[in-house]
């Protein structure tokens, strides 16, 4: 699987756009990008996922440009629930019976 | 919607007790995951499971075993539990197959061993 690299720490204000970016310059021609949130004392959720170009959904956007050596998670408008850990994954959409490897994510603070 | 359930929040034993941490998934999901996460250290892989009865070794295996008896349910067992054991457990599941679904994570166990 492979390997990604994002930011450890990200601030921010409230209201603000934020683009976390994610390195992955071994992505396989199969492997899709998934992006999970993780709130303080709970387990990680899925928030979106993408192949190449732009994926939009109610929680965020997904940015992939055509060489899909890197990825950038967009938040728009952010509010205090934002703060949380963001991770990047790369792997196949059907993992079959491997198992995914988190990194250490970025820790994204909003600020009032 | 995927509900995955670990059967305590807060744990607190001594050493050398054995521990069984509980995890169960209601949406027929092959896979089952066991992660354990550490400040700093992100979430580490302890132990898999792709079929009832089957398990595969994670990145940090030593220390524990699993078990996987019914498809919805996955076990992790601390045989002689370890201070260097405290930390947040999180289950997780997932289903196989070309139109795979992401991880559903249930909401951890903080395990405190004194």
């Known amino acids: 699987l492979a390997k990604t690299t994002q930011p450890i720490s990200m601030d921010s204000y409230e209201g603000q756009e934020v683009n976390i970016t994610c390195s992955h310059n071994n992505i396989a021609t199969n492997d899709y990008i998934t992006w999970y949130q993780q709130f303080p004392s709970q387990g990680p959720r899925f928030i979106i996922q993408g192949y190449k170009t732009k994926v939009t959904n109610e929680v965020a956007s997904l940015f992939i440009p055509a060489d899909r050596k890197s990825s950038t998670l967009s938040l728009p408008r952010v509010s205090l629930s934002d703060t949380a850990v963001y991770y990047c994954?790369?792997?196949?959409?059907?993992?079959?019976?491997?198992?995914?490897?988190f990194g250490s994510g970025t820790r994204l603070q909003v600020q009032p | 919607d995927v509900k995955v359930t670990q059967s305590s929040r807060y744990l607190v034993k001594r050493t050398g007790e054995k521990v069984f941490l509980e995890c169960v998934q209601d949406?027929?999901?092959?896979?089952m995951f066991w992660y354990r996460q550490d400040p700093g250290l992100g979430l580490r892989l302890i132990y898999f499971s792709y079929d009832v009865k089957m398990k595969e070794k994670g990145d940090i295996p030593e220390g524990y075993s699993v078990s996987r008896e019914k498809k919805e349910r996955f076990s992790l067992i601390l045989e002689s539990a370890s201070t260097n054991q405290t930390s947040m457990y999180l289950c997780?599941?997932?289903?196989?197959?070309?139109?795979?679904?992401?991880?559903?994570f249930g909401n951890g166990t903080r395990l405190t061993v004194t």
């Open positions: 994954l790369v792997a196949p959409l059907d993992t079959g019976r491997r198992a995914l490897t």
């Open positions: 949406m027929d999901h092959e896979n």
């Open positions: 997780a599941s997932s289903t196989q197959g070309a139109d795979n679904s992401p991880l559903h």
